[in-house]
């Protein structure tokens, strides 16, 4: 039995220990917003928090993630996270969105470790996280505006 | 999925009446002025040629209930490119909703019913922003004429406001919400009776909002799917969840043709959660858009199933692919490079090319190759599908439900009044998602769980090994010169399998449409003009992908311009001014293309001053002409395509190690009408960053019929260093011309612009793509 504490509720589930945590979000305990994009921590659409660490789900094996797991279902409680998914709104960031959740999960992380990188940080930060529709620059533009907020609250 | 009553309250089919008191004759005078009247559209041109044509009665699209909330029905799949906001806009803004009050609802597969639900060719707002238009003002006139009625008044003495109708001789009013049922009473207005509001009572279509290069100055009102979207609870294919859902992976043929000869299952069987090892059939050649066939594993979870793919053991008949096993993309270039040394089949002629050619005072030729790509959206290829006695419900990210429709049916052996297609969102198309292959998969394999949903998923290595690929291409070119640098002469071959070869016996060359897209359309005023079409066979599935064939025409076409103004010693702004010549309308017919996107030429011909305001406003905006430090320049490129016209300036830096920074990118885009600018900024800010992963990183390579990349690690597409530090669109303000597509005419002139400044910075011409690493 494999234990999973997502988004603050427990998940006792019988599954084997190196399935990957994206599967155990999506297939079975049953939270799609989580995705999957490449399977090998190549695009970032499926990142989580684990205990605060923005990490690629698809290779995490379920029996590593012991700890907290947050995911984008969980963001709007977290206060950094609520802020990150507003700008997104108010930039108009998204067009297909199929990737965003992966996005928020990587910035709100960054943002919770550095409330005010420097552009180049973020730029770094968010290099591991591929969007086809090509919304860098509003995603660069989302980021610096929660960061803008926080430097002048 | 559904979160609203659907319950048709305007359930008045009837088109009988015509309102009594209105001037029929005037009525569309008071339209905005970009308005065609339906009469045009009935022409064998735009909506109206496409299968199922349009629809624009308010019953199928605009669903009014009692607490007023308006559900508008979006008949085109959402791809990223916001048409469910923008044509719920165009809807709301008609009607005179409140925008807080407008929900969307997606369309099933239904043309009938619908009309055209095909989307893809930039076509969703040009196409339906006058039916939509149509079919809410005659919603909104049924809802006066409801409270005119209740009132005893005049309908002429009552008028729609913000989510309400009132008389203003009384002070009287009612709710769209109160008005609904009696409204869904009256009948539909004629079309001629329609009085579509005039521009200054607009509120949302053809307005500035949201992110306009760098600033928010005015809120856009909010995105239909946003919430969701960054909440995680919007629904792409895959997270479409029924009730014991079983989850499926194929392992497909290597190479395009080829089949099964024996599978080992035993070690797959023995898997954790796998439950069942199938067989799927594929099709002969050409492969429409069927299964390729294969080996299908289905299990409790998509990983188990992964899993059991891994183990299976299968042997394939690579001689069932015949030639394509032999298919080598690096010997294909050369083959293409050595073909186009030879006259093709002539596409286009004036005057006489070779004699010009030979009598020039300056030759200058050149060849460019650009490579199969993946479309590679970031949702992979996804559907459910389950059978129930006979029917077939699908779920799926589809960008054609009717072709899905068919391809189930024709797996299945059933009419298509017996399977339902429900469109989900897509994680992004760009043409992937125009083939339901998967849908048909997913079909397939569900044929085997009676009452079961299947949820076939795609790996990423799936979706880059088995694309439908963009065409690999060569393009040559040569031009005469005279001493003054002018230009007499334009030669041009293009080769490059064809799409059609999909669907009959490979032509091995280029169809109308396909020649149609700017190569036939070339806009320069030269004497002599020669365009040919050498032969050049498919070896893999070629489909589809954002702008298809404008791609390699327009990075060799802008490529070579600029390499003529280096020949003449002249700015490359001003030499390609001079190459498009006096301000005019090109009829499509008079350069031999009959396609023109499926729209009229009359109202859409090649507009040489169109072309020329944009080229003008990006090259101004980017300041063209400024000194730039060394290792530093500014590359142009222009293209007409969609009926659209797009010029783009790149500021491009490149470090002794050959790494390119990108410091800036100007694009100007002119569409004709904005329906949604906020969108079409968009889709220009997302053109030019697709763009510049053509340019740099994206190539499919094949050896031996195999496809040499499968996933991320070796598919290069753009990642945020790669965008422009600074990206800046500019619209052009142009109501009056007829409207334009967006998704996709942004796109073609970007790799070429990035190439020209590559190079102004280096001296360096790339005429092969992608760059990758020619620059270190």
């Known amino acids: ?153 | 999925m559904s979160r609203f009553n659907d319950t048709l309250l305007l359930a008045n089919v009837s088109r009988r009446g015509i309102l009594k008191g209105m001037a029929a004759g005037s009525a569309l005078l008071l339209a905005a002025r970009w308005d065609l009247s339906w009469a045009n559209e009935q022409a064998q041109f735009g909506a109206g040629a496409m299968p199922g044509g349009w629809v624009d009665d308010p019953n199928v699209f605009i669903h009014i209930n009692t607490d007023g909330i308006v559900t508008f029905i979006n008949n085109r799949a959402e791809m990223g490119q916001g048409i469910r906001t923008s044509l719920a806009m165009v809807a709301a803004d008609e009607l005179g909703a409140d925008w807080e009050q407008v929900r969307a609802q997606q369309a099933n597969a239904d043309q009938e019913k619908y009309g055209n639900q095909n989307t893809d060719g930039s076509r969703s707002m040009r196409h339906w922003y006058d039916p939509i238009r149509r079919a809410a003002a005659a919603a909104r006139m049924m809802l006066e004429q409801a409270a005119a009625n209740q009132w005893g008044v005049p309908v002429h003495e009552v008028q729609a406001e913000v989510h309400k109708v009132v008389h203003p001789a009384s002070g009287r009013e009612l709710g769209f919400g109160e008005l609904a049922n009696a409204a869904s009473e009256r009948e539909v207005p004629n079309r001629e009776a329609l009085v579509l509001k005039p521009d200054s009572a607009l509120r949302f279509i053809g307005k500035e909002s949201g992110l306009i290069n760098g600033d928010v100055k005015s809120a856009h009102p909010k995105a239909i799917d946003g919430e969701d979207i960054v909440t995680g609870k919007a629904v792409f294919g895959a997270d479409v969840d029924l009730e014991g859902t079983l989850y499926a992976v194929i392992a497909r043929p290597p190479v395009y043709g080829a089949k099964v000869k024996s599978v080992d299952d035993s070690d797959a069987l023995n898997v954790t959660g796998v439950n069942r090892v199938l067989r799927i059939e594929g099709t002969d050649q050409p492969g429409a858009f069927n299964p390729l066939g294969g080996v299908a594993v289905v299990a409790s979870n998509t990983w188990a199933a992964m899993e059991g793919r891994r183990a299976l053991k299968i042997e394939w008949d690579l001689e069932a692919a015949g030639d394509n096993a032999n298919y080598t993309t690096d010997a294909y270039r050369k083959a293409l490079e050595e073909a186009a040394q030879s006259p093709g089949k002539v596409i286009r002629q004036s005057g006489d090319v070779d004699k010009a050619l030979e009598e020039a005072a300056t030759r200058v030729s050149a060849t460019y190759y650009m490579p199969h790509m993946a479309q590679a959206p970031m949702e992979p290829p996804v559907a459910v599908v389950r059978i129930t006695e006979g029917k077939a419900e699908a779920w799926a990210p589809i960008q054609n439900p009717r072709a899905t429709r068919e391809g189930i049916a024709a797996a299945l052996g059933i009419d298509q009044e017996n399977v339902t297609v429900h469109q989900t969102l897509l994680g992004g198309g760009f043409g992937r998602k125009s083939k339901p292959d998967f849908v048909t998969e997913a079909a397939r394999v569900a044929q085997h769980f009676e009452g079961q949903p299947i949820k076939l998923q795609w790996s990423r290595e799936d979706d880059i090994q088995h694309a439908y690929f963009h065409a690999v291409s060569v393009d040559h070119l040569d031009a005469g010169l005279d001493s003054g640098g002018n230009a007499t002469s334009w030669r041009h071959r293009t080769l490059s399998p064809s799409i059609t070869s999909l669907f009959a016996p490979d032509p091995e060359h280029k169809a109308e449409f396909e020649l149609g897209m700017g190569f036939n359309t070339m806009p320069f005023n030269i004497p002599s003009i020669r365009l040919e079409n050498p032969p050049a066979p498919a070896h893999v599935r070629i489909g589809w992908f954002r702008s298809v064939y404008n791609l390699p025409h327009a990075w060799a076409i802008q490529s070579f311009a600029h390499e003529m103004a280096v020949a003449a010693g002249k700015d490359h702004r001003d030499y390609v001014l001079e190459l498009l010549g006096p301000d005019r309308q090109v009829h499509n017919l008079t350069v031999g293309d009959g396609w023109n996107y499926g729209e009229d030429p009359d109202l859409h011909p090649i507009d040489i001053a169109r072309m020329r305001r944009v080229i003008e406003r990006a090259t101004d905006e980017a300041g063209w002409g400024r000194e730039t430090s060394s290792g530093r320049g500014l590359g142009l490129a222009f293209h007409h395509s969609f009926v659209s016209y797009t010029a783009v300036v790149f500021d491009a830096e490149v470090s002794d190690e050959g790494e390119v920074t990108i410091h800036r990118a100007d694009i100007a885009f002119d569409c004709g009408p904005q329906a949604n600018p906020e969108r079409i900024r968009s889709q220009m800010e997302g053109s030019v960053v697709m763009g510049i992963g053509v340019a740099l990183q994206s190539e499919v390579t094949f050896k031996d019929g195999v496809a040499q990349q499968s996933n991320f690690d070796s598919y290069l597409i753009p990642r945020m260093p790669n965008a422009p530090k600074v990206l800046r669109v500019h619209l052009i303000d142009n109501p009056n011309d007829a409207m334009g597509g967006v998704g996709e005419p942004g796109f073609p002139p970007v790799a070429p612009a990035l190439c020209n400044a590559i190079y102004a910075a280096t001296g360096k011409r790339i005429r092969r793509l992608p760059v990758g690493n020619q620059l270190s």
């Open chain 1, 1 to 153: 039995m494999i234990n999973l504490t997502i988004n603050g509720q427990q998940h006792e589930l019988d599954i084997p220990d190196n399935m990957p945590l994206l599967w155990a979000i999506r297939d079975v305990v049953g939270m799609k917003g989580t995705k999957f994009g490449c399977g090998i921590a190549q695009c970032g659409a499926c990142t989580v928090h684990l205990n605060g660490v923005a990490t690629r789900s698809c290779v995490t094996p379920v029996s590593a993630a012991t700890g907290e797991i947050t995911t984008i279902e969980g963001m709007a409680d977290d206060p950094v996270g609520k802020k990150v998914q507003q700008a997104w709104l108010d930039l108009g960031v998204a067009q297909c969105g199929y990737c965003q959740g992966g996005q928020i999960m990587n910035a709100t992380a960054l943002l919770k470790r550095t409330p005010e990188p420097e552009t180049q940080a973020i730029v770094d930060e968010m290099a591991g996280n591929l969007c086809r529709c090509g919304t860098y620059n509003r995603i660069l533009a989302a980021i610096e505006r929660v960061s803008t907020e926080e430097a002048s609250s």
